[in-house]
T-cell receptor, first 111, second 114 residues
Framework: GENVEQHPSTLSVQEGDSAVIKCTYS??????FPWYKQELGKRPQLIID?????GEKKDQRIAVTLNKTAKHFSLHITETQPEDSAVYFC??????????FGPGTRLSVLP | EAGVVQSPRYKIIEKKQPVAFWCNPI?????LYWYRQNLGQGPELLIR????????DSQLPKDRFSAERLKGVDSTLKIQPAELGDSAVYLC????????????FGSGTQLSVL
């Protein structure tokens, strides 16, 4: 089955700096890769996603890149703000049949 | 539009007791998921429903866990008897059949087994 790894497990950045979180997946059949943000005690919320026919997608300060050959995808947050502090999860899915989540990255944006 | 609703929000029980969680998905969402999230980890799928049919329950510990989705809307997840290792957050999620990629999560039920 699919296996998703995520690095780093914790990340601290200064406010205004960029943050990058990387994930790798094992199943070449996976074709959909969402990223979820989970604040303490709250539900995971979708922040951006990418499909396997696209190499990069951007939404304001957030971008995701996908390398199908290497089976890895990354989340990029620019101009980080304190409210970006949360746990971020990547996931891989094959046509929505099953979502396998990474273990998460705890991002802390220091003022 | 109301989101995915789960209850209770918190549950504390002693080991060997039964417990049940309830989920009401977003109206019109055919697909419903139950996930378990252990502290510091990502959600892990327990069971996925398409309407009232359980299409993937391979990760559900069937000796003590059961689930149902009568009429293809609300769902309940039950544990009987609960064990210490069952302490976790149980998340329900739903998606539209035609937009199955976009999962919408509920707030979860935080279970503590003492």
């Amino acid at each position: 089955g699919e296996n998703v790894e995520q690095h780093p497990s914790t990340l601290s950045v200064q406010e205004g700096d960029s943050a990058v979180i990387k994930c790798t997946y094992s199943d070449s059949a996976s074709n959909y890769f969402p990223w979820y943000k989970q604040e303490l005690g709250k539900r995971p919320q979708l922040i951006i996603d990418i499909r396997s026919n696209v190499g990069e997608k951007k939404d304001q300060r957030i971008a995701v890149t996908l390398n199908k050959t290497a089976k890895h995808f990354s989340l990029h947050i620019t101009e980080t703000q304190p409210e970006d502090s949360a746990v971020y999860f990547c996931a891989a899915s094959n046509e929505g049949q099953n979502f396998v989540f990474g273990p998460g990255t705890r991002l802390s944006v220091l003022p | 539009e109301a989101g995915v609703v789960q209850s209770p929000r918190y549950k504390i029980i002693e080991k060997k007791q039964p417990v049940a969680f309830w989920c009401n998905p977003i109206s019109g969402h055919n697909t419903l998921y139950w996930y378990r999230q252990n502290l510091g980890q990502g959600p892990e799928l327990l069971i996925r429903y398409e309407n009232e049919e359980a299409v993937d329950d391979s990760q559900l510990p069937k000796d003590r866990f059961s689930a149902e989705r009568l009429k293809g809307v609300d769902s309940t997840l039950k544990i009987q008897p609960a064990e210490l290792g069952d302490s976790a957050v149980y998340l329900c999620a739903s998606s539209l059949e035609q937009q199955y990629e976009k999962l919408f999560f509920g707030s979860g039920t935080q279970l503590s087994v003492l």
